[in-house]
């Protein structure tokens, strides 16, 4: 049988013997139709600005090609030597039998699946947070320089009435001991004198002490303590009179002394920075 | 089940819930993860940091 196909040349193929008769997707039993449609919907002139007018290009009145009623549509060949893969390996444990409805185990698979998503969300967050945190706070002083900005002052070491003068962040600090008369005067100054108005209350936090920026607001010279015609500061290079609380009083200075932060952490010490 | 249903209705449900659900589950997890990597820190390291043998040297300077 097979040396007779052999030699049969261009007859072969008819003189085999198939088991499936398929009917090739070229050759149609019966073959189609062409129907000739009056109007094709078609604007050639229409530009092409987005999808909707391509779509307009195509025709739309129906089908322009058709078969007969008992005409093949498509062909299916039958694979009978394909085997259906077998994904139980990636399915879960639920969803196994393919007989059992999957309904009943929805609620309980959508509750796992929306849990790892949130629960790596969460993750994700704090990894990112960590991160971000860890390249701003580099941006951030060091410790060594953290310690430098600060300085720590006795003022058990300044007596009542003198001013002390300390480096700090390489400018002059001014720490004055005031007595009470000063306390008492500088209270009493009406703001509507003052150049920069400020309340002597507001520049201090123990009225005993007034701890204020040795740089004039002028020039940026380095003032002279209790000296001045106000009794405060007086500044040498231009004149400028300061009084007792660091405010501006008289001459070129358009400023009251710059008061830093700080703090007292008991009543000997006071922590400038 | 019923606890699966429970949640996943009222915080997975929206978008919304979802994603404030997200958030402050990071700020407890963040708070238990940093926490609990100290203690396990400071349990393997018991004996050697500082504030462990703090006593031994604050107790003779006082003296």
């Not at chain 1, 997707?25 to 604007?43: A, M």
């Not at chain 1, 999808?51 to 062909?75: D, F, H, M, W, Y």
């Not at chain 1, 309980?108 to 969300?121: D, K």
């Not at chain 2, 018991?46 to 300077?61: A, D, M, T, V």
Request: proline residues 6%.
């Amino acid at each position: 049988m097979m040396s007779l196909a052999a030699r049969s040349g261009a007859f072969s193929p008819y003189l085999q013997t198939t088991a499936f008769i398929v009917a090739g997707p070229l050759k149609p039993l019966v073959p189609s139709v062409v129907v000739k449609s009056e109007k094709f919907l078609i604007d050639p002139k229409k530009p092409f600005l987005c999808r909707e007018t391509l779509s307009s290009q195509s025709p739309k009145t129906g089908p322009a090609v058709t078969v007969s009623i008992n005409g093949r549509a498509g062909v299916r060949f039958a694979h009978t030597d394909i085997r259906v893969p077998d994904f139980s390996d990636y399915r879960r444990p639920e969803v196994l039998d393919p007989h059992k409805s999957s309904q009943e185990s929805s609620e309980s698979r959508r509750a796992f699946s929306y849990l790892v998503t949130g629960v790596t969300a969460v993750v994700g967050v704090y990894s990112a947070k960590t991160v971000v945190t860890q390249f701003i706070s580099s941006m951030s002083a060091s410790a060594d320089v953290l310690a430098m900005s600060k300085i720590e002052i006795k003022l058990g070491d300044i007596p009542e009435g003198k001013n002390m003068t300390f480096k700090w962040r390489g400018k002059p600090l001014f720490v004055r001991h005031r007595t009470e008369k000063e306390i008492e005067a500088e209270a009493a100054v009406s703001l509507s004198e003052l150049r920069d108005p400020q309340h002597d209350k507001d520049r201090v936090l123990n009225p005993k002490w007034v701890i204020v920026l040795g740089v004039c607001t002028h020039l940026g010279c380095v003032p002279i303590a209790n000296a001045g015609e106000y009794g405060g500061y007086y500044c040498p290079c231009h004149g400028s009179h300061y009084d007792a609380s660091g405010r501006i009083r008289k001459g070129p200075a358009p400023l009251n002394l710059e008061v830093p932060y700080y703090e007292f952490p008991d009543e000997e010490t006071v922590i400038v920075g | 089940m019923a606890l699966a249903k429970t949640v996943y209705n009222l915080l997975f449900r929206r978008t919304s819930t979802f994603a404030v659900t997200i958030m402050v589950g990071a700020v407890f997890f963040e708070r238990v993860f940093d926490q609990g990597g100290d203690a396990i820190f400071e349990q393997m390291n018991r004996g050697k940091l500082w504030k462990h043998i703090k006593h031994n040297y604050e107790s003779k300077e006082e003296e």
